[in-house]
Every structure is written in C-alpha cells, then in structure tokens.
C-alpha cells in the first residue's frame, strides 16, 4: 500500500480529515485538484463547536487573530438575532472569518504534522477491493494509480468518490437561487452590517476584511435563474436599490457567485474502504452559516474511529458508528436548512412578513432563543449510547471545558488535554485501585488525568471517572455511588477502547 489513508479533495473538510488521522500517526495522503486554496471564501462563520474542537487541538487562538468574534448567530435571518452569548462554552460567540483564512490555518497544521499534500491532482476513478482502494489520479506529468488501506471522499457536492461507491444522493434540486458578492460599498456606514427583508426581497450586507463588503441577496425577480449562470454586478445593483433604496455606490466586484437550494444526503457515509464527509455527504442551502461547521464537526468524529482501525484496537462497531452517529444530525441540518428557505427565500407576501415578525418575536423569550442557538451553534448535538448498560446521564454528551486541578496542583482548561487526539480518562476520586483497573501499557491510546474539579459543577460532582472521546464526547462515566467502580471503568475501557 503506498498510504494507509488517501484522502480525496483538500477542502476544509479533507484537510481536516488528514490532519487528525495525521496527529494519531496515520500515513495519510490528500489529493487535491487545485493548485492553491481558492481566494474566495464562501463560508465566513466558525461556530462554537467548530470552535470548541479547534480548542482541542491548540488552533483556536491561531484563528482568533484572523477573525472577529461576534455574540450572535442567526435563523433565517429573522431581525432577533441568536444569542450565543449564554451558551455554556468558552467559545460562545461566532467568529465571523473567510473560509480561505479557515482553510490556510488547517493546511499548515496538516503540514506540520506530516500530511503529504498533493495539489495539482485531479482525482479520475475509485475501485475498492477486499484488502483496499486503488484511486487513478491525474497531474500535468500523466496518470497514475495510488493504493490505500482506506480511502475517503471530501471532494464536495459533485464527489467522484460518491459516485463511484454507487451511494445514492437523495434529496431535492434546485428550485431557487441567491446572489453573493464580494463588493466595495462606498457609502455603507454600519459597522456591524445589516439584514432586511420586505416584500421586494431579502438583503445581508457584512463587512469583510481589506474594505470589502459581501452582500447576500435573495430577489424574487432573479430567484429563478440557474446557478450555473454568472452574475453581473448590475443584478445586484439593481435589486439594491429595489429592495434597500441604495446601492451604496456599489463597485470593484472581487467575487460574484449564484448558490442554491439543492438539499441532498447521501444515503450512506459509508461503502466498505470508502467514506464520505463534508459537501460530498450533504447539500443544503447555506442558511444559518453551517456547512463548513458541520463538516467539520463529522471529520474529527471520524478521524479517530478510522485511526483506531487502522491501529488495531478499534471494537468491531465501531467505523460504523460514524454513518450512525453523524447521519441524524445532518438529517436534522438539512430540515432546519429547508425551513429556513421557506421562511427567506419561498414568499415575500404580508403574510410571510407578518410570520417572520411573529418568529422573531417569539426568539426573544430567552429559551426559545436559546434552543434555536444551542441547535445552529451545534452544542445540542449528542450520541446515543450503543450499550445501555450501567448508563449515567453524561454518557454521550458534548464535554464541556471545565477548569480542573491537577495532581500536580496546575490548574487547566480540559481542552488543553486533547492535543494529541488521545482517549482522556479523567479520574476525579483518587481511588488508587484504578491502577489494577486494566494493563495499562496495552492502552497507549489512552491518556490518564488524575485531577479534580477547579470550581463546583453539578453535573459532574457524583462523577469518579470519565471516559472521554478523542472528539470531545463522553464515552463512558461512572458514578461515585457505583457499587464496583473499578470493574465499571474496566468495561467502559473495553467497550470503548478495546479488549486487546
Ligand atoms: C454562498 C455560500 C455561503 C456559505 N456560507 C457558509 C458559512 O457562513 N458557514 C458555513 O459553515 N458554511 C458555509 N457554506 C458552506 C461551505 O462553504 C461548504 O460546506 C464547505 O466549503 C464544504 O467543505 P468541503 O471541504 O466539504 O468541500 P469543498 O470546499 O467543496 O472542497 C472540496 C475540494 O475537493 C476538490 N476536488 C473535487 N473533485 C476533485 C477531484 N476529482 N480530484 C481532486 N480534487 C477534487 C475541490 O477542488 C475542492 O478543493 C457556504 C456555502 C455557500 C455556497
């Protein structure tokens, strides 16, 4: 085999991919047919999952620097926006920063860990057999063929890979349209942008970097062209002064572009040696900014899961769980996507202003605000637990930075100890018979943190142990009241992390 893992298309979501494989020592390759990642940024949010992942490993700060927080989200731009300030996390707020600046801080990563990165590729065909994947690729020097143990398509919404694997797309096409640009707006003077909806259509304006404004508009008089056929800076001046009364002095495009509705799943992550994830796994309008986010949010879910495989510890269940974990949510995106279209994008009547008014209005009853938040930011996201056995109510739930105190008397964000992609078994209850709980030297995958809480925190206050993800979830805790602690943590160990 020339890679353990071949990674098709280098996106956000392929080299994200890479690099976490690349971080659990896995020989990983990405091919990616463009020479250098594309100026244009079609995302502009991170949000606080993404962001909380980020944390993990030690590039949150990296992306701070380039961005600029802001405490709010929205849902189909409703005049409320979502409140992201009270969100339990210690990323709660978006970072409003070009998806091109996203994708140059995950490429240097994936470098620095050792990701060989092949641009310049255009990937042809995909086979798989019983020992493989063998991908014929193409460059400027001729064709040639590569073999991997694994092989996985982030190569966006017109995936060869999917194709190849035969997994169906299912959904809806096209039925509308929106304009982007990317514009100098000389006589724009609010700091902060705007949003406005009224019977003639729907316009965002937000401040990019370098003097640029990107302007999002929905016109009822151009929601029906295809998204194939460019825009002209005319089309967007005209539905300005439609809908807004100005045009701003709109001038210099940088980047003009027509998107869609389209909203399709694949019907299966995964085919054998192939998998899917970002574009390449889900389409949908991009409402509420969460393509980017929930592609890689599903990367680190499956990074591991294919490390362990490879490394020979993974439970027989287990690269399945990521199709079974991740499919619902994105299930879930894509409805709350379609929703979000009928309310921007379907009518422009009274009556839709009229509902719109009647929604935003009931986003500001606080926790109406906050379920819509905690869903769009992805924080409500959870896994269900394939064991029912000893359950405790944190099993399968995001893991929240908590201060803790070392047994070296260091206090330390939790976030810091997932640098290195390891299992976390934080023991809170220094009960010296954890170290009979399993050999030890066989779970060098496992990272052991004696500590216990900084501050007081009820949900975790009965907790002896916990069993936490690599991904940042909580595979497996055991409660100070449980009758035999050690043996509870030895099953979740082996449940989790291998018999060996
Ligand atoms: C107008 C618009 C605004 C958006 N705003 C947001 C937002 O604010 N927030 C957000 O989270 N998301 C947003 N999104 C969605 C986001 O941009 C995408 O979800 C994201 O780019 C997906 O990343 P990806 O890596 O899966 O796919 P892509 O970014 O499409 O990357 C796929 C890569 O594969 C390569 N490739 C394809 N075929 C081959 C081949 N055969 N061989 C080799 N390489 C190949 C391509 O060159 C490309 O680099 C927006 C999308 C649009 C259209």
Known sequence: MDFEVIVVGGGPVGMMLASELALMKVKVCVLERLKETTPYSRALTLHPRSLEIFDFRGLKAKLMRKGKPIPTGHFAALDTPLDFSVLDSTSNFTLFIPQNETEKVIEEWAKSLGVEIWRGVEVLSVHQYSQGVEITAADLKGEFTLTAAYGIGTDGAGSIVRKQAGIPFVGTSETLTGMLGDVVLPDFSEPNGLSFFSKQGLVMVAPLPNGLHRVVMIDPERMSISKQEPVTLEELRSGMIRILGSDFGITQPYWLSRYGNATRQAERYREGRIFLAGDAAHIHFPAGGQGLNVGLQEVVNLGWKLAAELKGWA?????????????????????????????????????????????????????????????????????????????????????????????????????????????????????????????????????????SLANVDSDWEDVHTALIRPDGYIAWAVSRSEPKRIDAVRQGIIHWCGGI
């Not at 379609?338 to 606080?366: A, C, N, W, Y």
């Not at 047994?407 to 023991?427: K, M, P, Q, W």
Request: charged share 25%.
């Open 315 to 451: 439970p027989d269940w287990l690269l399945d769980s990521y199709h079974a974990e991740r499919f619902p949510v994105n299930t879930a995106l894509l409805r709350n996507t379609e929703v979000q279209t009928l309310l921007m994008g379907s009518d422009f009547s009274p009556k839709m202003i009229e509902l719109r008014s009647m929604l935003s209005s009931m986003l500001q009853i606080p926790e109406a605000n906050y379920q819509m938040a905690k869903q769009i930011s992805a924080l409500n996201v959870r896994y269900e637990q394939e064991t029912k056995e000893l359950p405790h109510p944190l099993n399968g739930n995001r893991f929240r930075d908590l201060k803790l105190l070392l047994a070296d008397g260091t206090v330390r964000n939790a976030y810091e100890l997932f640098r290195s992609g390891s299992f976390i078994l934080l023991h809170l209850a220094s009960d010296d018979r954890l170290h009979d709980a399993v050999e030890w030297c066989k779970y060098k995958h496992i990272r052991v943190v004696l500590a």
